[in-house]
């Protein structure tokens, strides 16, 4: 979740990668009750009649940079072993939310995601893009003959990484490397059990 990149692309393109940046520079430095869309249009030079037109409102906003960010290239690893790939992308989502600096921002749009109808919607859209980017390392490992046929990618590698999102966003435990370590492992003791493969 990191902020949009300026591409060339005409004003369009430069107005929605404003808008996304402000919106998440928005979202790090103030509760979601304090958000708003005219905030926003001022912080990326942008006429608050063309913010609304576009998107609504801070949930619409939400729900963009939520989109914008989904859409962003996320390396998978491929170490050639299933355990060591597992380990690297849990390994990422930790490093990714809970370092107090680079995490504040994707913690931040997650937590206004949630009190959203639309952001909420457009979390689970992202979730599921990165769900489905990283099922290629389970993939490849049922190639190598590293887990069952049948095993449903997406849903082992949801496994990996669910209890991190769980202390992070739920009961807001501490993390280190290690709890990152032991969720890919449970995870890849279960899938190398069958917990994973599709049934029928």
């Known amino acids: 979740m990191k902020p949009v990149e300026k591409r060339p ?27 708003t869309a005219e905030a926003v249009a001022a912080r ?20 963009q940079a939520l ?5 962003q290239e996320w390396p998978v690893p491929d170490t050639g072993a299933v ?25 931040a749009l997650i937590a206004a995601a949630l009190r959203s109808e639309r952001g909420a919607a457009a979390l689970h859209a992202f979730f599921a893009a990165r769900h489905r980017q990283a099922a290629v390392l389970v993939s490849r490992a ?23 999102y769980h202390c992070l966003f739920l009961t807001g435990e501490p993390l280190d490397g290690r709890d990152a370590d032991r969720a890919a492992e449970a995870a890849l003791v279960a899938g190398r059990a069958g917990a994973f493969v599709n049934q029928g």
């Open 9 to 35: 692309g005409g004003r369009s393109a430069r107005v929605l990668a404003d808008v996304v940046a402000a919106t998440l520079a928005e979202v790090t430095e103030k509760p979601y009750d304090e958000l």
């Open 44 to 63: 990326a030079g942008v006429h608050k009649a063309t913010l609304y037109r576009r998107w609504g409102g801070v949930d619409g906003l939400i729900a």
């Open 67 to 71: 989109e914008s960010s989904a859409g």
């Open 83 to 107: 355990g060591r790939d597992l380990r690297l992308l849990a390994g990422e989502v930790h490093r990714v939310f809970a370092d107090p600096e680079a995490g504040a921002t994707p913690r």
């Open 142 to 164: 049922v190639v190598r003959g590293e887990l069952p046929d049948g095993t449903d990618p997406v849903a082992l590698v949801r496994a990996a990484t669910a209890p991190l």
